[in-house]
């Protein structure tokens, strides 16, 4: 098997894309660059990523630098088909100098290494050489280092992720506690506003009602009232009736807060205690 590994150049690439990774780059741009260095250190005819889908429990590609690199196709594996997907189950690095031995055409050298953090699976990372026996055991190390990388990043863009989703869900939370607080204040207002006019009604109506019951008894037992007397007493009467339906009033109090406070359309109202209602 050829050493044609490049130390230094790989220690350069591997710096390179450690401060790729570092950058603020799209999280695509990032997994494309590094299969470019990839390529250009080991100098391979082809590079491609694959991350894991939880929710699917299979592999998808999501960048290639070249022809995608997979083996196996055909052949069907617990996450997927292809080897990428045997290699993701099993979690362990793969290096075949020579696969399509008698073959002068597709990929001769090749290594797949899963990507872990951890124990969790992250995804798989492939290269290939048209060229038998070109890859050795260094080339092997250097792209379990690059997976190891790229499974880093993978997984804390997916922590980032998280945080946004639970960040959004905080901000509609804290506008839903906002609005039920707003309402829970009308609904206070409301309560004042009832109580009041239960007062008023209280302390006005009671001696509102004996003085026009002691009116209409006098005018009941009395015939001889002078007619100035009389005149007088009616007027007082009329008034009495009239602070008396003012009063009433109060009594629709409860509809004319609802109205102007928790009217609005698609608005839930919330139950409190109508004990001081009329």
Request: charged share 30%; with cysteine; net charge negative.
């Amino acid at each position: 098997m050829a050493d044609n590994y490049d130390e230094f150049g790989s220690l350069r690439v591997l710096y390179e894309i450690s401060g790729l990774i570092r950058s603020g780059e799209k999280l695509e741009d990032k997994f494309l660059r590094a299969l470019e260095m990839v390529k250009s250190a080991v100098e391979c005819d082809s590079a491609s990523l694959f991350i894991y889908d939880e929710q699917k429990g299979t592999l998808e590609e999501v960048a290639t630098v070249g022809t995608r690199v997979d083996l196996i196709e055909s052949t069907k594996f617990e996450m997927g088909a292809g080897l990428s997907a045997w290699v993701a189950k099993q979690r362990n690095s793969v290096l075949l100098p020579d696969v399509r031995k008698g073959q002068r055409n597709g990929f001769r050298s090749f290594i797949s290494t899963p990507l872990i953090v951890g124990d969790k699976l992250t995804g798989v990372i492939n290269i290939g050489h048209k060229q038998q026996n070109y890859f050795n055991e260094k080339h092997q190390r250097f792209i379990e280092i690059i997976a190891s990388e790229l499974a880093s990043t993978i997984e804390r863009s997916k922590f980032e992720e998280e945080l946004v989703e639970k960040n959004n869900a905080l901000v509609v939370a804290n506008k839903e506690i906002e609005k039920q607080q707003q309402q829970i204040i009308e609904m206070e207002k409301y309560q004042i506003l009832t109580q009041i006019a239960a007062s008023i009604s209280h302390e006005i109506n009671n001696p509102l009602t004996t003085i026009i019951g002691n009116i209409e008894l006098i005018f009941m037992k009395n015939t001889d009232i002078d007619e100035i007397t009389e005149q007088k007493l009616r007027i007082v009467h009329k008034e009495s009736k009239r602070i008396g339906k003012i009063i009433e009033k109060f009594r629709d109090i409860k509809k004319i807060v609802i109205k102007d406070y928790l009217g609005k359309p698609g608005e839930k109202m919330i139950d409190v205690d109508h004990s001081a209602d009329l």
